[in-house]
Nanobody
């Protein structure tokens, strides 16, 4: 599966962005799909994931209530709606696919996109 993210950019604090992740060369239908982010000098961190079979979602505490992950298997697309953005949300954002239910560790994800940059100004 090949993943390509888009939708990043520069936004003011309190603003919103919607990231997209489109899959090709395969289907995301049977994968747990996740979003990660990585700020300069920091490790890549888990943000959210969504199951393929019942679309159960899980978020890390820092984004809970502000970010929403969703998917459309028919369109082979994953989204991350980001609201009430803060300067601390500035990072490169990555989508990823895993076969492991409940996966949140980087090593549990087999396929990765190239990332899209999100910059939040204060």
């Amino acid at each position: 599966v090949q993943l390509v993210e888009s939708g990043g950019g520069l936004v003011q604090s309190g603003g919103s962005l919607r990231l997209s992740c489109v899959a090709s060369r395969g289907s995301i239908m049977n994968y747990i799909m996740g979003w990660f982010r990585q700020a300069p000098g920091q490790e890549r961190e888990f943000i959210a994931r969504i199951n393929w079979f019942n679309e159960t979602t899980y978020y890390t505490d820092s984004v809970k209530g502000r970010f929403t992950i969703s998917r459309d298997n028919a369109k082979n697309t994953l989204w991350l709606q980001m609201d009430s953005l803060k300067p601390d949300d500035t990072a490169a954002y990555y989508c990823a696919a895993s076969v492991y239910e409940g996966a949140y560790a980087v090593r549990a994800y087999d396929y990765w996109g190239q990332g899209t940059q999100v910059t939040v100004s204060s």
